[in-house]
């Protein structure tokens, strides 16, 4: 199998990247990615001397650095992915979430090869109480959210229309070595490492469904392997949290990794303005996954938190480098103005 990864240098994709190649060692792994802000040839360290590795830099907008690659299966990870930034600006949402994934589409078409679109529950919005499913009507509140829910439609247009082999994965939130700091869980973990303030949108109660990296990774292996074409999958974890309660249990874990008293970082906690348009609780229903392909997440929060504050704790090297750069003024200019009133 030759199987295309987009998006494989951000976080979720790098992480499937060496699951992939850990569990099928015949397979050829081809990353194409436009190597964005988000993405970072340093999160396939090891694996970028593979003789069944290539990477390829390019944009999934662009046809014609598709026509140069040959591959029998595509997994689409290339996107746009902070909600934050979203609000701020659009455009490289629409033009890579949506047309990028139209591009990729028509590939597909063309070469009748399989396409595993890697979505998310926040296409559903949100939900006061129970849970989403695959029939759930999709009701973005985001740009971002807008953006998936639209490069979903999409590809459900193509199963029916030009008759492709695609399905689509949603998600919900992912956390794991890797991830970008501009997320909560590692925002969090570097700004205590660093006695930097922690910004807490709103009133911190809005709730999250949180899975470990891997669990993801494990899911969209199994559906590209054994899912039914044109179907969708939710995956998620039963892992809710308020995010004042998981950032609460974040700075507890830090502190004893560190030798630290936790009331150290009880200072940090900073209550700020809170994001357009929150989405006050994502959950989704998992059973059809469960059910229909057996798969299950292994790792639980308490293990998949302490595995985190690890890795952040040991590869401080990985996002010293991230935060010595541009994202930083991006991180401040954003601060400054959740304190405004
Ligand atoms: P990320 O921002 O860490 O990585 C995105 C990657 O895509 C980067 O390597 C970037 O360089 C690349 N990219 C961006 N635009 C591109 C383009 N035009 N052409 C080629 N490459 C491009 O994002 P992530 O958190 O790893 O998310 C990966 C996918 O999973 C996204 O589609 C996202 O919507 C989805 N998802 C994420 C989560 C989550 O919690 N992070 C949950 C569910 C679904
Ligand atoms: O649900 C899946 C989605 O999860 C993915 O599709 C997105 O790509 C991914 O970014 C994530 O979206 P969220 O908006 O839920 O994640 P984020 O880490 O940005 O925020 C998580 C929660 O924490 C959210 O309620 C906003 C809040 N938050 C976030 C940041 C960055 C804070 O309170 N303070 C912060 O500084």
Known sequence: ???????????????????????????HVINLDKLTYSGNLGNLKGIDGYPNYTFVRGDICDRNVLDGIKFDAIVNFAAESHVDRSILDASPFLQTNIMGTHNLLETAKQRDCIFLHVSTDEVYGTIEKESFNENSPLRPNSPYAASKAASDMLVRSYVETHKIKAI??????????????????????????NMKPIP???????????????????????????????????????????????????????????????????????????????????????????QQLGW????????????????????????????????MQYYNTQYAERLKK
Not at 1 to 12: K, V, W
Not at 22 to 27: C, F, K
Not at 240 to 254: D, G, P, Q, T
Not at 310 to 316: C, E, L, P, V
Request: aromatic share 12%.
């Open 1 to 27: 199998m030759r199987l295309l990864i987009t998006g494989g240098a951000g976080f979720i994709g790098a992480n499937y990247i060496r699951y992939v190649l850990s569990v099928h060692p015949d397979y």
């Open 200 to 290: 807490v949108y709103g009133d911190g109660m809005n709730v999250r469904d949180w899975i470990y990296v891997t669990d993801h990774c494990k899911g969209i292996d199994t559906v590209l392997h054994n899912g039914k074409n044109g179907e969708v999958y939710n995956i998620g974890s039963r892992n809710e949290r308020a995010n004042i309660e998981l950032i609460k249990l974040l700075l507890v874990k830090v502190a004893g990794r560190i030798n630290l008293n936790e009331n150290e970082f009880a200072g940090l906690i900073n209550f700020v303005r809170d994001r357009k348009g929150h989405d006050r609780r994502y959950a989704i229903d998992s059973s059809k996954i469960e």
């Open 296 to 327: 299950k997440p292994e790792i639980s929060f308490d293990e998949g938190i302490s595995k985190t504050v690890d890795w952040y704790i040991s590869n401080k090297q990985w996002w010293q480098r991230i935060i010595s750069g541009e994202y």
């Open 168 to 193: 689509i994965t949603r998600c919900s939130n992912n956390y794991g070595p890797y991830q970008f700091p501009e997320k909560l869980i590692p925002l969090v973990i570097i700004n205590a490492l």
